[in-house]
């Protein structure tokens, strides 16, 4: 079983920037590839960002030059960097640890991103 716990989320001004921050707990961090989802009002939730056990990344084209996902294993703790900030970034942000062809998954609760002038 894992913990995830999000925070680093708020409002911005477009072109701003935030680092979202995920915790965990409850078993061997190192193990399990991360990811970052979003889901904005009305839509479905979308992948945003992907770093594995080796930490080989992989981001969404709509956020491709513009985020940045990285993780600390001593920490335990896995990082998006949000840089340029759009207003359809606006969405509650979660993170998933995953392994084992998902046969291990877990979320977080979430925070939410709101990027409006």
């Known amino acids: 079983q894992v913990q995830l716990v999000e925070s680093g989320g708020g409002l911005v001004q477009p072109g701003g920037s935030l680092r979202l921050s995920c915790a965990a707990s409850?078993?061997?961090?190192?193990?399990?590839?991360m990811d970052w989802y979003r889901q904005a009002p009305g839509k479905q939730r979308e992948l945003v960002a992907t770093?594995?056990?080796?930490?080989?990344?992989n981001y969404a084209d709509s956020v491709k030059g513009r985020f940045s996902i990285s993780r600390d294993n001593t920490n335990n703790t896995v990082y998006l960097q949000m840089n340029s900030l759009e207003p359809e970034d606006t969405a509650v942000y979660y993170c998933?640890?995953?392994?084992?062809?998902?046969?291990?998954?877990?979320w977080g609760q979430g925070t939410q991103v709101t990027v409006s002038s």
């Open positions: 998933n640890a995953h392994r084992l062809g998902r046969k291990l998954d877990f």
């Open positions: 409850g078993s061997i961090f190192s193990i399990y590839h």
């Open positions: 770093i594995t056990t080796g930490g080989s990344t």
